[in-house]
């Protein structure tokens, strides 16, 4: 089993900054991939961003140039800078982690972006 900590998010106002961070925990598991999904209302759940065991990063074409997806590797953790944020980022931020075929998903974190 694999356990996943949420940090960040928050209400800010249109062109500000934030920072969410993930940590996953556990015991004997090797991540494939790690990162970001979020869902407005309405809205199907899409990839923010997301960096893969072998070293690519993805990121949804919503976020390129604003988010920036970083990794401590040691200590399972992710971190999504959001800059430059805008009212349609607002969303449940929700962490993922994929080992083997199993998807594992944080606690949602609500991000509001005000205009």
């Known amino acids: 089993q694999v356990q996943l900590v949420k940090s960040g998010g928050g209400l800010v106002q249109a062109g500000e900054s934030l920072r969410l961070s993930c940590s996953a925990s556990?015991?004997?598991?090797?991540?494939?991939?790690m990162g970001w999904y979020r869902q407005a209302p309405g809205k199907q759940r899409e990839l923010v961003a997301a960096?893969?065991?072998?070293?690519?990063?993805n990121y949804g074409d919503s976020v390129k140039g604003r988010f920036t997806i970083s990794r401590d590797n040691p200590k399972n953790t992710v971190y999504l800078q959001m800059n430059s944020l805008k009212p349609e980022d607002t969303a449940v931020y929700y962490c993922?982690?994929?080992?083997?075929?199993?998807?594992?998903w944080g606690q949602g974190t609500q991000v509001t972006v005000s205009s």
């Open positions: 993922n982690a994929r080992v083997l075929i199993v998807d594992y």
């Open positions: 556990g015991s004997g598991f090797s991540i494939y991939s």
């Open positions: 960096w893969t065991r072998g070293g690519s990063t």
